[in-house]
């Protein structure tokens, strides 16, 4: 049996509408796959996608207030669950689960790191995503209070708007440590290290998609959240670092 969203895009296959293009709101920690995933989408030629990315907090307020977008992929659960109560989205559902990681670029750290450095506090600066935009500055600040970390290292905490401008800063050295997607480090190329943070120590960090209600009718948002579900997507999501639900 097809679901109502394959059903609705056969319709509009079959109807001959025209090739669309559709915007996509996404998560920073998401930016590496997604440019993958789009361009997978894009290759046969038949839809477009814009991508625009930041924290899910930020796009979360954008939507609210009229932000033309097609589809929202958070990096929880409540901002979409939140959409689609507020009559703004269509059923979310969980497309990754997130991992944490700690990730250095810096030389004196990266052939030792471990978490305990964490409790320890010798550095300069530790990166984290703003935990009252972020949800993985949320986990970042779930994992500092189970190790007993957050208040001392108060000082030494700086944040980003969202977990890439936290990644940015430990890119730069702007601060010697960073706590991140794990995506992130495991895409970065250059000489550097992570490990990752055990999932104990956070809640989990469960992302949903939401279809939104301006993309309701769209061939291409349609087409893309069918193409979400498939396996090549899938993989191109577990490769990256992600889990799968």
């Known amino acids: 049996m097809k679901s109502p969203v394959s059903a609705l895009l056969a319709l509009c296959l079959v109807s001959g509408v025209n090739a669309e293009q559709a915007t996509v709101a996404v998560a920073s920690n998401f930016a590496w796959p997604m440019g993958d995933l789009e361009t997978l989408f894009e290759e046969d030629g038949i ?98 209070r189970a190790m007993g970390s957050w208040a001392p290292l108060q000082a030494k905490i700086v944040l980003g708007e969202n977990v890439g401008q936290a990644f940015t800063m430990a890119e730069t050295r702007n601060a010697e440590l960073g706590l991140v997607a794990l995506a992130m480090a495991v895409a970065y190329r250059g000489d550097a290290a992570y490990v990752m943070i055990p999932v104990e120590n956070h809640e989990p960090i469960r992302q949903d998609v939401v279809p939104l209600k301006r993309g309701r009718e769209n061939p291409a948002a349609l087409a893309f959240i069918e193409f979400l579900q498939g396996g090549e997507a899938r993989r191109i999501i577990a490769e990256a670092g992600y889990e799968l639900p």
């Open 47 to 144: 839809h477009e996608l814009t991508v625009v990315h930041g924290s899910t907090g930020q796009l979360f307020a954008q939507i609210v207030n009229g932000a033309p977008y097609d589809v929202f992929l958070a990096a929880d659960r409540e901002r979409p669950r939140r959409l689609a109560e507020m009559g703004l989205g269509n059923a979310p559902f969980t497309y990754a689960l997130g991992r944490l990681a700690l990730w250095t670029r810096e030389p004196g750290f990266i052939d030792s790191l471990t978490v305990s450095v964490l409790t320890g506090g010798d550095f300069r600066r530790l990166a984290i995503a703003n935990p009252e935009l972020a949800p993985y500055g949320v986990a970042a600040r779930e994992t500092l």
